[in-house]
T-cell receptor
Framework: GNSVTQMEGPVTLSEEAFLTINCTYTATGYPSLFWYVQYPGEGLQLLLKATKADDKGSNKGFEATYRKETTSFHLEKGSVQVSDSAVYFCALSTNAGKSTFGDGTTLTVKP | DVKVTQSSRYLVKRTGEKVFLECVQDMDHENMFWYRQDPGLGLRLIYFSYDVKMKEKGDIPEGYSVSREKKERFSLILESASTNQTSMYLC?????????????FGPGTRLTVT
């Protein structure tokens, strides 16, 4: 079956540090890949997505590139802010319509 | 903007009660989902619906049922609530059964069963 593996958290960074959260996946076929973010007390919201190999998704300074050869979709941001503190979920979606989510990585950014 | 609303943000029920969690989406999405989110366990799919009156079991359907009588509304029912169903419940919707569609989530309902 499909699966998503994220780097374990929690991750604590100082403001303006570089962020990488690793995500690898296993899937049959050609999935679409997503990063979702969950702020405290809220539901998940889409951060970025990529639908085919070598696509780069980007939003709010975050980026991730769909790497088919390494089955990865690592999330990066060059300079994090305190407001980026949240839980980040990597996910994939196949033609079956359902999504498979990673376990989530908690990011805390300190001033 | 797509909006997914859930009937309650916080709910406290007693063991054995029948509990209804309601979810409404306003963008004519075909798919709707119910998840529960627990610390250390991530998101787990309870039930999935890809059309009115159609449903499919997710990974943890035991103790739950669902109802989708109208396209915009998807209800999760706990027939007899138990303390191990204390959790955060998240509803989501997506455009169609084809892949590549992101899910839109509601704010969640934090259910406590005492």
């Amino acid at each position: 079956g499909n699966s998503v593996t994220q780097m374990e958290g929690p991750v604590t960074l100082s403001e303006e540090a570089f962020l990488t959260i690793n995500c690898t996946y296993t899937a049959t076929g050609y999935p679409s890949l997503f990063w979702y973010v969950q702020y405290p007390g809220e539901g998940l919201q889409l951060l970025l997505k990529a639908t085919k190999a070598d696509d780069k998704g980007s939003n709010k300074g975050f980026e991730a590139t769909y790497r088919k050869e390494t089955t990865s979709f690592h999330l990066e941001k060059g300079s994090v802010q305190v407001s980026d503190s949240a839980v980040y979920f990597c996910a994939l979606s196949t033609n079956a319509g359902k999504s498979t989510f990673g376990d989530g990585t908690t990011l805390t950014v300190k001033p | 903007d797509v909006k997914v609303t859930q009937s309650s943000r916080y709910l406290v029920k007693r063991t054995g009660e029948k509990v209804f969690l309601e979810c409404v989406q306003d963008m004519d999405h075909e798919n709707m989902f119910w998840y529960r989110q627990d610390p250390g366990l991530g998101l787990r799919l309870i039930y999935f619906s890809y059309d009115v009156k159609m449903k499919e079991k997710g990974d943890i359907p035991e103790g739950y049922s669902v109802s989708r009588e109208k396209k915009e509304r998807f209800s999760l029912i706990l027939e007899s609530a138990s303390t191990n169903q204390t959790s955060m419940y998240l509803c989501a919707s997506s455009l169609s059964v084809r892949g590549g569609n992101e899910q839109y989530f509601g704010p969640g309902t934090r259910l406590t069963v005492t």
